[in-house]
């Protein structure tokens, strides 16, 4: 089976922080994925990364950044924490043209 | 970057009864994927179906099926024979086939009623 793993399943931080998300898949896949998903909004694009250290931005990439220095894992980076940045944050890994599979989410509070 | 809608952000339906979730979807590209995926309350996203654009025949796995016209970017997904487990957020989404850029709609909630 597929295993995207998500480095924390809840986190709080507080304003300011920099904080890192870690995420690690088990499965070679090339491609690899951070979304933010907020209640009546869906999943939104944060930043997607197809190969070791390329990245591309998707909608929402202020305030974030991005690490894949090893095809494993893929980290996001909140530079300055801020209290709109709490959200859920599910990462998820692909094969080239076929489906995502995801990690169990991140549930991050900024107070 | 390509957008996906979807139309209904909530819906219900009676146990073993079919419902039909909306999704449309707006690109230029010729090459992409699409797909719905399930989000069970407080669980894991997982995968429903997939359709590769450039196949004319709909995809169907089990009681799931598609309704893919390409022509009008519009990708529904029909649940047949209702069951209490499919209660959970439904999304659509779009998979780039040139650089895998892949988005998601807001999301579907469907209840199922016993």
């Known amino acids: 089976d597929v295993k995207v793993t998500q480095s924390s399943r809840y986190l709080v931080k507080r304003t300011g922080e920099k904080v890192f998300l870690e995420c690690v898949q088990d499965?070679?896949?090339?491609?690899m994925f951070w979304y933010r998903q907020d209640p009546g909004l869906g999943l939104r694009l944060i930043y997607f990364?197809?190969?070791?250290?390329?990245?591309e931005k998707g909608d929402i990439p202020e305030g974030y950044s991005v690490s894949r220095e090893k095809k494993e894992r893929f980290s996001l980076i909140l530079e300055s924490a801020s209290t709109n940045q709490t959200s859920m944050y599910l990462c998820?890994?692909?094969?080239?043209?076929?489906?995502?599979?995801f990690g169990q989410g991140t549930r991050l509070t900024v107070v | 970057a390509q957008t996906v809608t979807q139309s209904q952000p909530e819906m219900s339906v009676q146990e073993a009864e079919t419902v039909t979730l909306s999704c449309t979807y707006d690109t230029s590209e010729s090459n992409y994927y699409l797909f719905w995926y399930k989000q069970p309350p407080s669980r894991q996203m997982i995968l429903v179906i997939r359709?590769?654009?450039?196949?004319?025949q709909n995809a169907t796995e089990n009681r799931f099926s598609v309704n893919f016209q390409k022509a009008a970017k519009s990708f529904s997904l029909k649940i047949s024979d209702s069951q209490l487990g499919d209660t959970a957020m439904y999304f659509c989404a779009f998979m780039n086939g040139n650089n895998n850029d892949m988005r998601f709609g807001a999301g579907t909630r469907l209840t199922v009623k016993p």
């Open positions: 990364s197809y190969d070791v250290k390329m990245k």
């Open positions: 359709q590769e654009a450039y196949k004319q």
């Open positions: 499965m070679d896949h090339e491609n």
């Open positions: 998820a890994s692909s094969p080239r043209d076929t489906e995502a599979f």
